[in-house]
């Protein structure tokens, strides 16, 4: 049996109807937290290992607030 990994930006949407500025370096953090996982796997690291790996590189991208706080709505309360 192989393995599967997926990862996502949290609790945050990119929606396609951004503008390409602001939707291209999020999609573009996303494919690097998936790679770094992707290479991962692929050197044996154990799984939950990878887990970590990947959730600590995502949460030190400032696209996403990730230990920072939760999304604010559109009437800046979260």
């Known amino acids: 049996?192989?393995?599967?990994?997926?990862?996502?930006?949290?609790a945050r949407d990119i929606f396609r109807s951004l503008p390409h500025d602001r939707r291209q370096p999020c999609e573009?953090?996303?494919?690097?937290?998936?790679?770094?996982?992707?290479?991962?796997?692929?050197?044996?690291?154990?799984?939950?290992?990878?887990?970590?790996?990947?959730?600590?590189e995502r949460e030190n991208i400032p696209h996403f607030n990730a230990g920072r706080g939760s999304v604010l709505r559109a009437s800046r309360r979260a």
């Open 28 to 56: 573009e953090a996303l494919h690097h937290c998936l790679q770094i996982g992707v290479e991962a796997l692929e050197s044996n690291l154990p799984p939950l290992d990878v887990v970590e790996l990947v959730v600590r």
């Open 1 to 10: 049996m192989g393995w599967a990994i997926a990862v996502h930006g949290g």
